[in-house]
C-alpha cells in the first residue's frame, strides 16, 4: 500500500504486507460488533461501547468514557483489556496445540 491508502478485510483473513521501511509505526483499527446478549464465554470482566438501543442483559461491564485525549484511565484499560486478551489466547494455544 502507498502512503496514505487504507484497506479493510475481515480478521480471519490471512494477510500479510511488506516491512514497514517508515520511521513510525502502522496503525491499526480493530471494531467488532455483537449484539448484547451474546456473551464472551473465555474470561470474565469484558468490556464493550453500546453503539445503539439498551443492554437488557448486563454481560458487558461499559468501557471507560474518555475525558480527554489519550486519557490515562482508557489507555490502562486498553493495556489490560490486551493483556488478559493475550494471555488467553496464549492458554489457549497451549491447550489446544500443544505449545
Given amino acids: 500500500m502507498k502512503a496514505g491508502q487504507v484497506v479493510f478485510h475481515h480478521e480471519s483473513v490471512v494477510h500479510g504486507s511488506c ?8 496503525v491499526g483499527f480493530v471494531i467488532h ?4 446478549h451474546v456473551r464472551e464465554t473465555r474470561f470474565e470482566g469484558v468490556t464493550a461501547m453500546l453503539v445503539r438501543g439498551r ?8 468501557e471507560p468514557t474518555p475525558r480527554v485525549d489519550f486519557d490515562p484511565e482508557c489507555i490502562q484499560h486498553m493495556l489490560e483489556t490486551r493483556a488478559l486478551f493475550k494471555s488467553k489466547q496464549a492458554e489457549k494455544l497451549k491447550n489446544n496445540i500443544g505449545v
Fill in 19 to 26: 516491512p514497514n521501511n517508515a520511521d513510525h509505526p502502522r
Fill in 33 to 36: 460488533y455483537c449484539a448484547p
Fill in 55 to 62: 443492554d437488557t442483559h448486563g454481560f458487558w461491564k461499559p
